[in-house]
């Protein structure tokens, strides 16, 4: 099956473009594009948006696309592939209703052969993002790739082989090869399929009978297998050819799976924790558009920092990410969705679930098939209505098919055990012999107390029974519990408060059933507006989201724009993949007053030792080591040697610019250093090319330090055929839009995405 490039010479055009609608409005002028397109990041934000906290103040809209191409001969089969349209797509073709699907995040492919014609033809694609249809920022428009497909009338499927490896050794791999054939023609066909990978060959004589579709499996061998795993990515691509009509190729990787509660997770027979991270899909300056060189970027970046896991909440992964995750080395935990009958925003997945789950599921597992990163099936987050007999059997429903779909991956669900139990508290609480409203108001420490309890967990016995897996979000304190009353159970933090990785580390190391731990979130995306923001003085502990113009989470590991945030380090250092301290600096200008993040924040620490006007003000300094005990220097001069308590240590000084350096010592022995020195504010802008179209923008002193200080207003322009896709900071609450061509850094940073052939010049405006 030849496979084209589909994404160039879009026409974009707000509305929906029917025919009432350009009878009493005039339609607005198209605008050319080149997919992937978010037509939601180029609109201002609105602080009046519905819901605008969860989308980062972001309107939705409905639009469409429209698209000619030449077809030669219209009795050959085509088929469009769309890789991710948000949502509900409804595709049309020469004025025919081609097909719809809902889902904004799972992959379709819509056979158009009958409507073609010879010579011009036309697609339209409508796009219908309605207000609230999520808890985050999803963009809108065909923000995946698309592809035409082209074959003859005796064709393999499109994405229709399927490689599995029910043995993977050392020595030997054995490969089951399914392959799905389609005949349109009213004739017998006969043919030989034959399957290529490197220099080893298996084929077959295949008979297709008229207007048959049927699938072929055959056995492979492979002697001495270059495995997959996360240290040794190595993939093998094989060459499928039913000779004299149709040809493709597919890519997978040759690894093993075990998991049992003794040995925990193995991958090719190493035992295997998962430092986990969630993820969204969105890139930040250019929104949710589907990026290889972003995801790259991300996941690379993310292993870097220690991670060798990325779970895609709450919803499918994208081919780009599985492509890339496989290629780099990063397992995933794919999931399906984030609601099912019971919704959390007006209009989210709950109101197509009961219609669109079982195909959902069916594209989650075909896209996933043949990449070695995944390893795990999510069924849901937070499903509320799991401790419900009568909906605990839609996800033993959903498990089933997911296994009869793909045996060789496992099934958790992402349990939030208060949230599924809530209405049943009061219930709980006089069972157990408590007072419900003494209890709600004991604070976090007594609520997680009396949430280990092991009447909590009775109501949600079926719907975990059906899991190879039991995910539990942000309830760690269960796992003793559960692992003495159910030995065979396996765990898996399937969320978890940014700073609670420490103690949940511990439980990891400790317990073998505990396979890891996803925190929340890796990576700061748009939407969720300020959950992870920080307050100074007494903050409620409900009291969670950001006003406007708050536009991020601000709770990722990484920033925005890609930049690490302390607590990275910190978190590299708990997990044991890095011995060398990290120092990060709380805000003078806010010493001594009581700092209070969310449960998904940090500390007000940063990475800089420049605080003008902040000369002599007493400061707190932190130091992240895995060492028994850190000493601190100011200038050369010791400020103090304490013991880290959670790998965090604190010390007392006043701010002077110059010099800090921390020096980690275990059983005596020096095991590191780290050194943080003040930049002049003699700076300049420092562009780095990343190539692929990525611009760094740094604001940096004469020896080429990053001065986070000092940050200074930009104009950017784009010269000769180069065009600007976004443009801003990592900013959680700057009012610009990414498609400004003016921005003031934050903290010594900004990021330019282009494309095209040409220069970017940047104009400093003033200094701050």
Known sequence: MKQENFNSEWLFHPGGGTTLENTVSKPAEAVRVTLPHDAAIREPRDPNVPFGNCTGYFPSKTVHYTKTFQVEDPAQVCYLEFE??????????????????????????????????????????????????????????????????????????????????????????????????????????????????????????????????????????????????????????????????????????????????????????????????????????????????????????????????????????????????????????????????????????????????????????????????????????????????????????????????????????????????????????????????????????????????????????????????????????????????????????????????????????????????????????????????LRYGESSDFDLYGEYPWKTAWCGDFDLIGDRRPISYWREIVWGRRDSPYIAVQSPFHHGEKQSPTRWGWSDAERRWNWKGAEGKPVTVEVYSNGDEVELLRGGELVGRVKPEQCKALFETVYIPGVLTAVSYRNGAETGQDVLASASYDVQLQQTDLGCGIIEISVVDEHGTLNPDADIEVTIKAEGGLSVLGFGTADPKGKVNFFDTTVKTYRGRALAVTCGEGKLTTEVNNHV
């Open 84 to 533: 991710g349209v948000y949502m509900n797509a409804a595709v049309y073709v020469n004025g025919a209703f081609a097909g719809q699907h809902i889902n904004g995040y799972t992959p379709f492919t819509i056979d158009i052969s009958p409507y073609l014609r010879a010579g011009e033809n036309e697609v339209k694609v409508l796009v219908r993002n309605g207000v609230s249809s999520s808890r985050w920022y999803t963009g809108t428009g065909i923000y995946r790739n698309v592809h035409l497909l082209r074959a003859g009338r005796l064709h393999i499927a499109p994405n229709g082989v399927k490689i599995s490896t029910p043995q993977a050794e050392p020595d030997l791999a054995v490969l089951m090869i399914e392959t799905i054939l389609e005949n349109r023609d009213d004739t017998v066909r006969d043919t030989v399929l034959r399957h290529h990978i490197g220099n080893v060959e298996v084929s077959a004589p295949v008979t297709m009978l008229p207007r048959e579709t049927k699938s072929v499996t055959l056995r492979m061998e492979l002697e001495h297998p270059k495995l997959w795993s996360v240290d040794t990515p190595n993939l093998y691509t094989c060459e499928t050819e039913l000779v004299g009509f149709d040809q493709t190729s597919t890519r997978f990787g040759v690894r093993s799976l075990r998991l049992d509660s003794r040995h925990g997770l193995r991958i090719n027979g190493e035992p295997v924790k998962l430092r986990g991270g969630c993820i969204h899909h969105d890139h930040g300056v250019i929104g949710a558009a589907d990026s290889h060189v972003f995801e790259e970027r991300r996941i690379r970046r993310m292993k870097e920092a220690g991670y060798n896991a990325v779970r895609c909440a709450h919803f499918p992964a994208s081919r780009t990410l599985l492509d890339v995750c496989d290629e780099v080395g990063m397992l995933v935990m794919n999931e399906l969705c984030d609601a099912w009958t019971q919704p959390k925003v007006d209009f989210d997945y709950a109101a197509w679930f009961d219609q669109c789950w079982e195909q959902d599921c069916e594209a989650m597992a075909a896209l996933s098939f043949n990449h070695p990163s995944v390893i795990i099936y999510s069924i849901g987050n937070e499903i509320c209505e799991i401790s419900n007999k009568f909906e605990a059997q839609r996800g033993r429903k959903i498990a089933d098919k997911l296994r009869r779909l793909d045996p060789s991956r496992y099934i958790t669900n992402g349990v939030n055990i208060p949230l599924s139990v809530i209405a049943q508290l009061p219930a709980i609480a006089v069972k157990a012999g408590l007072d419900i409203n003494t209890l709600l108001n004991s604070g976090l420490a007594g609520l997680a107390e009396f949430m280990a309890r092991p009447e909590i967990v009775e109501p949600l016995e079926e719907a975990l029974s059906y899991l190879d897996i039991a995910g539990y979000n942000y309830t760690p304190y269960r796992y003793p519990v559960d692992a003495q009353a159910h030995p065979e159970r396996i765990f898996v933090g399937s969320e978890s408060y940014p700073a609670a990785l420490f103690n949940n580390w511990a439980l990891c190391d400790k317990m073998s059933q505990v396979l890891g731990d996803f925190s929340w979130s890796a990576w700061d995306y748009i939407g969720e507006a300020g959950v992870g923001q």
